[in-house]
């Protein structure tokens, strides 16, 4: 009887997920925009945050002025667990409804997506992560890594430290340790990190943490202890930081000298440490607190009405932000590929376009209720799909995060060479890579 | 009704030997491998892509992994690294050598990976059961750390991941962006399928019973004459072969490009629990477990938005991991010895519907 | 040449040379390895009684370590938070024994093992669809544990000891020893013992199986709750942390699956191990051998005592 029951059940299941999965998405009178987010597995703590945030401007829009452009945005979270499997099942059920732009959210999806985008005619949004080749647009027409790369991050990093030390040069002799997600993401920066080693005559240290070592880091710090470096950078993600946070403390390393990149700046990170924390570092894109009419409409229009899945507390907190800021390059480049093609109800090529010719410049940012937010995009164009724009240094006071800077510059001259290196070099490795064929917009 | 054996006489040693002694089975798999290529001209991109090339590559490793634990009863957790070594072997032979077929590269880099399974294999003669698993734990993780610290490896990419360069086969792009699904679809079937006659044979001939006698008393077998480390290493080599080129295919034909995380410990334990759900030492339970673990969370993921339940997209992925935990140990209730034994039960009854013995 | 002096001398001249941080190294892994023989600890208690390989002690740690913070963010005091989370942790261990164990009595090890299996998917949904998947700040400073840090001036440098993790180490060896008292000294343990040594001969002389199995699975409970305290004190709670139960297997073979004192010894042997390992020879290879190091000791040790230090060797009869 038992086995009856169990071919029943399992004919009805066939049955319901082949008619789920021949169903086509409807006629379009929206405007799609799929997020890939995580807000379950081991790095859910930056996921969630982020996925809160981008979706919630999306919702603000859609709530407060009925879209873009008139249009409704239809906005479809798929989750991926930072797991590159969920991530290709995720791009394979959105590919078919018409998206504007994909967010892949992880280092490994976009290098996944990377080659299929121009044939799926999708461009790739991949904010200040993936891979920072595709900055150079003749080689990637298809993907986006705006407002900077990890190489920009670094120099910039360099940059904050070189205005301490009263110039790069009295960096002579001196060592720098950094500590690193022992991953694609994490070893980047190093071939900078080895450049500026010789260019200044300071000695690298590396501390590499694998996945699985993520909350312990021990040895990492102990060694740490014993080779004194004179400052820390790190590049962690996920649990790793809040423990690296933890254990400088603890290791007593001052902590006004270990500086994270922006994915390492959350306000977790930070908090975990406690009040030992203070003083420690992150380069951030993005606007710190709610105190920017923006917010105060996500606030009135998406929190408060119960439409956020985001905690009252953990609102407008630098990851929040930080989606928020994904969402307004998402928005703002559906704007423009409006204005450029004439369409209201623009796809994949258009917003390419629209990303193509992106300009947020400090009276746009204004406009928005934004104001200060972020730098002004002004640099995106056919040739720089991301435009090497300036980010800032803030600082943990032991509650949260304060802007100690102002917007650095990157050093675009000792980046660029990189960059056009790793693109011709990828193009080289991946023979038969197609030649760009599409044409160049004016930047608006 | 339809499913009798009636006036099917076995006049030879042979046939009563056979793998399908049944008339209707012989036709049912005929049938159902002329389906499996039609579908590959039928469905759509989502289904190829999301759903049947990945089912049919995690089976291959599936059987790779039965073979070792199934047949020869070794336990292996380092099924991820297994096939992550076949990946990045393909990659570096097709680097050096960009104008053989990638086919051919896809199909030799098992032989890499069977080389490494020989290596890990080799403490499996004094050591048994969990014990063994752990151990080859330690081949997981070294491995994995070699994925990402050997950048040779990743032929110094700046990503540290593969990157799946364009090849073709007769003028058809089979690997890179530019493959359509169908294509890749049916290069995997056809290989699956090659591979799984393969396997049928060597577990069937004398080999198998072999592994299979080390499998249920590894010193009753030595004492008839069974030599035990070359069998026990011998089944790590095919076991690791056959990872091998699901990981490479896994790579060139699905992915497009890993990074080292792709062949992480997650992966040999999902290979393992298809193996357990769908039967240890059976083929065909292989399939089964493959189609359960890898296809039931994509259903239960896509089909309720389908239906209009509106739910958060987190709150689904939380209840699938609830759902297929549940329906795991369900299973196991149900059916200890797997999807196979299920199978096997209902051609029981079917073959004396309806007539209850 | 310079490759054998680094490897054979530059470590040890360091040791002689740098004897504080040596003595740090070494309390650090004693630290680690102690966190990892709880966690260890955890799957003997349970294999021993009832040859389950429970895969799921990881996520228990973690379920468990939510179930606390979750408690208290919810507006319970400290204490009964404690309280209702072992509560917890029994009505789980029931429940397990009840929907997961009791169908499966005699089934093969390995389909047990597939069960925690299940059971691990099924609590990483749960608990997250309850929790929710962001990090938790454990509730240190509530339960009294102290903070902060002593510095001893001792070898020429300094030795610094988290207060932490002191009262790791007492509040672990307390438990360990209660344990081992409980498990020798009482009715229930005897009759524990007797399960581990033979599940038939046990029932026939009316030991209860069932009630047994339901109080391992507590004791593990317990276990995983107190190991996810001190773990998500010394880093956060979060659903990252179940990967180190993975960090138990090498300290099981090491000290063999049925041994509370192999746990205990092969955990800080791992633990001293990996991190002497890590920083002396570490650097050498570019770092990060923390992941494997602890798996190739154990597969070390196996070569030579093939069910681990104190494991119980078995004796095959055809």
Same mark, same amino acid.
């Given at each position: 009887m038992r086995l009856k029951y169990l071919i029943l059940g399992a004919a009805f299941a066939g049955l319901v997920s082949v008619d789920a999965l021949t169903t086509k998405a409807d006629a379009q009178d929206s405007i799609y925009v799929p997020l890939l987010t995580y807000r379950t597995g081991p790095f859910a703590n930056s996921g969630i945050p982020l996925a809160n945030g981008m979706r919630d401007y999306l919702v603000m829009l859609n709530e407060r002025d009925g879209g873009i452009g008139g249009v409704k945005l239809n906005i479809e979270e798929c989750e991926t667990g930072y797991d590159t499997k969920k991530g290709v099942e995720c791009y394979e059920s959105i590919k078919g409804k018409n998206p504007t732009v994909i967010n892949p959210y992880s280092t490994g999806i976009?290098?996944?997506?990377?080659?299929?985008?121009?044939?799926?005619?999708?461009?790739?949004?991949?904010?200040?992560?993936?891979?920072?080749?595709?900055?150079?647009?003749?080689? #990637?027409?298809?993907?986006?890594?705006?407002?900077?790369?990890?190489?920009?991050?670094?120099?910039?990093? #360099?940059?904050?430290?070189? &205005?301490?030390?009263?110039?790069?040069?009295?960096?002579?002799?001196?060592?720098?340790?950094?500590?690193?997600?022992?991953?694609?993401?994490?070893?980047?920066?190093?071939?900078?990190?080895?450049?500026?080693?010789?260019?200044?005559? #300071?000695?690298?240290?590396?501390?590499?943490?694998?996945?699985?070592?993520?909350?312990?880091?021990?040895?990492?710090?102990?060694?740490?202890?014993?080779?004194?470096?004179d400052w820390m950078i790190m590049w962690g993600w996920g649990a790793m930081n809040p423990t690296a946070v933890k254990r400088a403390a603890e290791n007593g390393y001052p902590m006004d000298h270990f500086v994270g990149i922006w994915w390492s700046g959350s306000d977790d990170d930070a908090r975990g440490g406690g009040k030992e924390a203070k003083g420690y570092l992150s380069l951030n894109i993005n606007g710190i607190g709610d105190n920017y009419p923006a917010l105060k409409d996500i606030k009135k229009h998406v929190v408060d009405t119960g439409k956020s899945q985001v905690d009252k507390e953990k609102f407008a907190e630098n990851l929040y932000n930080r989606g928020i800021y994904n969402s307004v390059l998402i928005a703002e480049a559906i704007r423009n590929a409006q204005k450029l093609s004439g369409k209201k109800v623009v796809a994949g090529p258009e917003v390419r376009r629209g990303l193509e010719s992106l300009t947020i410049s400090e009276a746009r940012w204004k406009e928005l209720g934004l104001s200060g937010f972020g730098a002004p995009i002004t640099n995106v164009s056919c040739a720089d799909h991301n435009g090497h724009h300036s980010a800032y240094m803030q600082q943990w006071d032991?509650?949260?995060?304060?802007?100690?800077?102002?917007?650095?510059?990157?050093?675009?001259?000792?980046?660029?060479?990189?960059?056009?290196?790793?693109?011709?070099?990828?193009?080289?490795?991946?023979? &038969?890579?197609?030649?760009?064929?599409?044409?160049?917009?004016?930047?608006? | 009704m339809f499913y009798r054996e009636v006036g099917q006489y076995k006049t030879s040693y042979a046939s009563d030997l056979a793998i399908f002694p049944i008339l209707q089975d012989r036709i049912g798999i005929i049938v159902i491998v002329i389906a499996a290529y039609v579908l590959g001209w039928t469905a759509n991109d989502f289904v190829l892509n999301a759903m049947m090339i990945p089912f049919l590559i995690f089976t291959l490793a599936a059987i790779g992994l039965n073979i070792l634990t199934g047949y020869t009863g070794l336990l292996s957790l380092g099924t991820g690294a297994f096939m992550g070594v076949g990946a990045y072997a393909c990659y570096k032979l097709t680097t050096y050598f960009p104008g053989v077929n990638i086919i051919i590269w896809i199909i030799a880099s098992g032989f890499f990976s069977a080389l490494v399974g020989i290596i890990f294999g080799l403490p499996s003669l004094r050591i048994k059961g969990?014990?063994?698993?752990?151990?080859?734990? @330690?081949?997981?993780?070294?491995?994995?750390?070699?994925?990402?610290?050997?950048?040779?490896?990743?032929? %110094?990419?700046?990503? +540290?991941?593969?990157?799946?360069?364009?090849?073709?086969?007769?003028g058809i792009?089979?690997?890179? +962006?530019?493959?359509?699904?169908?294509?890749? %679809?049916?290069?995997?079937?056809?290989?699956?399928?090659?591979?799984?006659?393969?396997?049928?044979?060597?577990?069937?001939?004398?080999?198998?019973?072999?592994?299979? @006698?080390?499998?249920?008393?590894?010193?009753?077998?030595?004492?008839?004459?069974?030599?035990?480390?070359?069998?026990?290493?011998?089944?790590?080599?095919?076991?690791?072969? %056959?990872?091998?080129?699901?990981?490479?295919?896994?790579?060139?034909?699905?992915?497009?490009?890993?990074?080292?995380?792709?062949?992480?410990?997650?992966?040999?334990?999902?290979?393992?629990?298809?193996?357990?759900?769908?039967?240890?030492?059976?083929?065909?339970?292989?399939?089964?477990?493959? +189609?359960?673990?890898?296809?039931?969370?994509?259903?239960?993921?896509?089909?309720?938005?389908?239906?209009?339940?509106?739910?958060? @997209? +987190?709150?689904?992925?939380?209840?699938?991991?609830?759902?297929?935990?549940?329906?795991?140990?369900?299973?196991?209730?149900?059916?200890?010895?797997?999807? @196979?034994?299920?199978?096997?039960?209902?051609?029981?009854?079917?073959?004396?519907?309806?007539?209850?013995? | 040449m310079d490759i054998l002096y680094k490897v054979l001398i530059d470590p040890f001249a360091q040791m002689v040379a740098a004897p504080d941080l040596l003595v740090q190294t070494l309390w650090e892994g004693l630290v680690g390895g102690m966190l990892y023989a709880l966690i260890a600890l955890g799957f003997v208690l349970i294999f021993k009684a009832s040859g389950v390989f429970n895969f799921a002690q990881g996520i228990m740690v973690v379920f468990a370590a939510l179930t606390l913070v979750g408690l208290h963010t919810a507006g319970l005091p400290a204490f009964a938070a404690l309280a209702l989370t072992i509560v917890v942790m029994f009505a789980l261990a029931w429940s397990i024994e009840r929907i997961v164990l009791r169908p499966l009595i005699n089934q093969p090890d390995i389909i047990l093992f597939?069960? *925690?299996?299940? =059971? *691990?998917?099924?609590?990483?949904?749960?608990?997250?669809?309850?929790?929710?998947?962001?990090?938790?700040?454990?509730?240190t400073e509530e339960l009294y544990l102290p903070k902060g840090r002593i510095n001893i001036p001792a070898f020429g440098g300094i030795v610094s000891l988290q207060k932490l993790?002191?009262?790791?180490?007492?509040?672990?060896?307390?438990?360990?020893?209660?344990?081992? $008292?409980?498990?020798?000294? *009482?009715?229930?343990?005897?009759?524990?013992?007797?399960?581990?040594?033979?599940?038939?001969?046990?029932?026939?002389?009316?030991?209860?199986?069932?009630?047994?199995?339901? /109080?391992?699975?507590?004791?593990?409970?317990?276990?995983?709750?107190?190991?996810?305290?001190?773990?998500?004190?010394?880093?956060?709670?979060?659903?990252? =942390?179940? $990967? !180190?139960?993975?960090?138990?297997?090498?300290?099981?073979?090491?000290?063999?699956? *049925?041994?509370?004192?192999?746990?205990?010894?092969?955990?800080? /042997?791992?633990? $001293?191990?990996?991190?002497?390992?890590?920083?002396?020879?570490?650097?050498?290879?570019?770092?990060?051998?923390?992941?494997?190091?602890?798996?190739? /000791?154990?597969?070390?040790?196996?070569?030579?005592?093939?069910?681990?230090?104190?494991?119980?060797? !078995?004796?095959?009869? /055809?």
């Open positions: 976009t290098l996944q997506l990377i080659p299929k985008a121009a044939v799926d005619k999708i461009p790739i949004l991949s904010m200040a992560y993936g891979l920072s080749a595709s900055a150079v647009g003749e080689k #990637f027409p298809w993907i986006f890594n705006p407002p900077a790369t990890y190489w920009d991050g670094l120099s910039m990093i #360099f940059r904050y430290i070189g &205005g301490k030390e009263g110039g790069l040069d009295k960096l002579k002799g001196k060592t720098i340790g950094f500590i690193f997600l022992e991953s694609g993401y994490g070893r980047e920066p190093l071939p900078l990190l080895n450049q500026f080693a010789k260019d200044y005559g #300071f000695n690298v240290k590396e501390y590499s943490v694998a996945g699985k070592e993520m909350q312990d880091q021990s040895a990492q710090w102990l060694s740490v202890r014993r080779d004194r470096p032991g509650a949260k995060w304060v802007k100690i800077s102002d917007w650095i510059a990157p050093m675009k001259d000792k980046v660029r060479p990189l960059l056009e290196k790793d693109a011709d070099d990828y193009v080289t490795k991946n023979a &038969g890579w197609p030649k760009r064929t599409e044409p160049c917009d004016k930047s608006s | 969990f014990y063994l698993a752990v151990a080859t734990l @330690a081949a997981q993780f070294f491995l994995e750390w070699c994925f990402i610290r050997i950048p040779w490896l990743y032929n %110094y990419n700046t990503s +540290a991941a593969i990157e799946v360069p364009s090849r073709t086969l007769f792009p089979v690997t890179g +962006a530019n493959a359509t699904a169908e294509t890749r %679809y049916l290069i995997v079937l056809t290989i699956v399928i090659a591979m799984t006659w393969t396997a049928s044979n060597i577990v069937h001939g004398r080999i198998g019973r072999m592994w299979m @006698a080390v499998r249920d008393m590894d010193i009753a077998a030595e004492l008839m004459g069974i030599r035990l480390l070359p069998t026990k290493l011998l089944a790590f080599a095919v076991s690791s072969f %056959y990872c091998g080129v699901a990981g490479a295919m896994l790579v060139f034909l699905w992915y497009g490009g890993a990074e080292s995380t792709v062949f992480s410990i997650n992966q040999s334990f999902s290979i393992l629990f298809m193996v357990i759900i769908g039967g240890l030492g059976s083929l065909l339970g292989s399939y089964f477990g493959a +189609a359960l673990i890898f296809m039931l969370p994509i259903v239960l993921r896509f089909v309720p938005p389908h239906l209009g339940i509106p739910v958060h @997209a +987190a709150t689904v992925e939380h209840i699938t991991f609830m759902v297929v935990g549940a329906l795991i140990v369900f299973f196991l209730i149900v059916e200890p010895h797997g999807l @196979a034994r299920l199978w096997q039960i209902a051609k029981q009854k079917l073959r004396v519907w309806p007539y209850p013995y | 597939m069960a *925690t299996f299940g =059971l *691990t998917y099924f609590l990483i949904g749960f608990g997250e669809l309850i929790f929710g998947g962001d990090p938790k700040i454990m509730i993790d002191i009262a790791a180490a007492i509040i672990a060896s307390a438990m360990v020893a209660c344990l081992s $008292v409980f498990f020798s000294k *009482t009715r229930i343990g005897r009759a524990l013992r007797a399960v581990a040594d033979s599940h038939k001969a046990a029932l026939s002389v009316g030991i209860s199986l069932e009630q047994i199995w339901v /109080i391992v699975w507590f004791a593990a409970g317990l276990v995983a709750l107190v190991t996810g305290i001190m773990w998500g004190a010394r880093s956060d709670v979060s659903f990252a =942390l179940d $990967v !180190i139960a993975l960090k138990a297997l090498p300290v099981l073979i090491l000290g063999g699956f *049925t041994s509370i004192p192999g746990a205990i010894v092969g955990g800080l /042997i791992v633990g $001293v191990g990996e991190k002497i390992a890590e920083f002396y020879w570490g650097p050498l290879i570019g770092g990060g051998t923390d992941s494997w190091f602890a798996f190739v /000791i154990a597969l070390v040790f196996l070569l030579f005592w093939p069910h681990g230090l104190f494991g119980e060797k !078995i004796i095959e009869r /055809i």
